[in-house]
């Protein structure tokens, strides 16, 4: 792909971006009407993660190294590992889905064989993982999985993204679509969840993360990932209360 071509994606990446939160303020003014908010909403999604994941995969050649966001420890490891592979495979078990047998889901490229596909990966294959939340948001652009999934795991490869503009970029992207999650399905934790840690562990930023962390919990997640949110609920808290006693 020439450099031309690739600066218009970004431009157009950016533009769409820019365009659903304008889309979300117009329409909670009551300036666009239910059927073109529905309409245009579905368009944008779509169309931006079909370029976001076709950038991802121009950078993702690139030597992988951790860059400057703030050091993830071990136990922060854990639980992000935890709330992906947890959340969606606990609130799924036992669930066959259409055109899924005992033993798991045809390859047949519906939405249901895509989304079976992705949770069995977890985080495995980030650019694979991506390719197939992409699809399943070109023909379900408010499919809530997806676009929680694809926004989060956009949020991870930034850690893999050796150019720190490129990866401030693509976190940047993974949170806008974050974003995009909560308002499509706010009683979706899985959206809060991550775009809690985000605040958190990426920006820094506790008192923004706090309540997206609460409205995770309030949702009642599984039991067990509950739990281990809980306790990244209390560093977060403790943050929260150490930034208010420090400011002058």
């Keep these: ?27 909670a003014v009551g300036d666009v009407a239910d059927d073109d908010y529905v309409s245009l909403k579905d368009s944008y999604t779509a ?3 079909i370029i976001i994941r076709d950038l991802s995969d121009l950078e993702q050649p690139r030597v992988r190294k951790r860059i400057g966001w703030r050091p993830i420890a071990w136990s922060a490891l854990v639980l992000l590992l935890a709330i992906t592979a947890g959340v969606v495979v606990a609130r799924n078990t036992g669930e066959r889905l259409p055109g ?3 033993t798991g889901a045809i390859d047949d490229g519906s939405v249901s064989s895509l989304l079976v ?24 652009p408010d499919n809530i999985e ?12 930034s850690t893999q993204e050796a150019d720190a503009s490129a990866a401030a970029t693509r976190l940047q992207n993974g949170m806008v679509l ?4 909560t308002v499509t399905d706010a009683t979706y934790p899985d959206a809060h ?22 409205a995770c919990l309030e949702q009642n ?22 930034s208010t006693t420090t400011i002058p």
């Design 100 to 102: 899924q047998g005992m």
């Design 221 to 242: 997640p599984p039991a067990e990932v509950a739990s281990l949110v809980q306790g990244l609920m209390t560093q977060i808290t403790d943050a929260v209360a150490v």
């Design 178 to 181: 974050l974003r995009q999650a």
């Design 193 to 214: 969840c991550f775009l809690g840690i985000a605040f958190f562990r990426f920006l820094d930023d506790a008192s923004t993360a706090q309540p997206e962390m609460s």
């Design 146 to 157: 997806a676009l929680t999934y694809f926004g989060w795991f956009t949020v991870l490869s």
């Design 1 to 27: 792909m020439t450099p031309e071509r690739r600066e218009q994606l970004q431009e157009e990446r950016e533009f769409l971006l820019s365009s659903l939160t304008d889309l979300e303020r117009e329409f």
């Design 47 to 49: 169309r931006a993660a």
């Design 117 to 140: 596909q992705a949770r069995s990966m977890g985080m495995a294959d980030i650019p694979a993982v991506l390719d197939l939340y992409s699809r399943v948001l070109a023909v379900e």
